[in-house]
C-alpha cells in the first residue's frame, strides 16, 4: 500500500519480556517518527529518525527503549524488559522531509500483561 | 503548566452545522507551528490543518479552518457543514521552534466529536 504500514496490529506479552515492532514508511520519505499513546491521552514523542541517524531520542522513556533505522527506510523500536506501564498503542510516522507534514501509521497496539 | 490544554473532552453537534473545538497552547519560543489531526476509532492520525506562527492568515482547508489568536495563545478549530463521518477524535498539536529541527510534536488530550442527524 501507499500508507506508512505497521506491524504487528496487536501484541500482547507477558512482563519482562522482549518486543519489536516494526515500521515501514511511505516510500521516499526520509523522516520517521515514533509517538506512543496511552489510553485516553494523545500522543506523546519518543524518537525521530532523518535517514539512518536518530535525530532526536529525547522522548524515549528509558534506556529499556531502543529505535533502529539501519538503511534508512524501516525502522524498528525495540522494548526490552517489558513492563505493564509499557501498555499503549505504537504510532509511527513518515514525511518527505523534516519540515512536511506528518503521514501516520494505524499504531501497534502493545498489551503487556 | 500543560503545553497543549483542550477543554473539552466531549462535542456533540448536529449534521449540516458548524461546530469550535478549542485549544490553547503555552510557549516562549516566538517560532512554532499548530497543528490539528483527526482519529477515526481505526487509530491513525489524519491531518488536517496547519498554522505557523508568522503566518498572517488564519489557515483553511475545504470545510476546516484554524481561528489562531496569537496574543490568546488560541488555536481553535472550526469545522463547517459537519459530517456524519467527522465523528472521531481531534488533537490539537503544537511543534517549538523552527521546522528544520523536525516536526516533534506536542500533542493535547483530544475532543471527541460525536455528529448527529
Known sequence: ?113 | AQKITQTQPGMFVQEKEAVTLDCTYDTSDPSYGLFWYKQPSSGEMIFLIYQGSYDQQNATEGRYSLNFQKARKSANLVISASQLGDSAMYFCAMREGHAGGGNKLTFGTGTQLKVEL
Not at chain 1, 19 to 42: F, K, N
Not at chain 1, 59 to 77: I, K, W
Open chain 1, 1 to 113: 500500500g501507499a500508507g506508512v504500514s505497521q506491524t504487528p496490529s496487536n501484541k500482547v506479552t507477558e512482563k519482562g519480556k522482549y518486543v519489536e515492532l516494526r515500521c515501514d514508511p511511505i516510500s521516499g520519505h526520509t523522516a520517521l517518527y515514533w509517538y506512543r499513546q496511552s489510553l485516553g491521552q494523545g500522543p506523546e514523542f519518543l524518537i525521530y529518525f532523518q535517514g539512518t541517524g536518530a535525530a532526536d531520542d529525547s522522548g524515549l522513556p528509558n534506556d529499556r527503549f531502543f529505535a533502529v533505522r539501519p538503511e534508512g527506510s524501516v525502522s524498528t523500536l525495540k522494548i526490552q524488559r517489558t513492563e505493564r506501564g509499557d501498555s499503549a498503542v505504537y504510532l509511527c510516522a513518515s514525511s518527505q522531509s523534516n519540515t512536511g507534514e506528518l503521514f501516520f501509521g494505524e499504531g501497534s497496539r502493545l498489551t503487556v500483561l
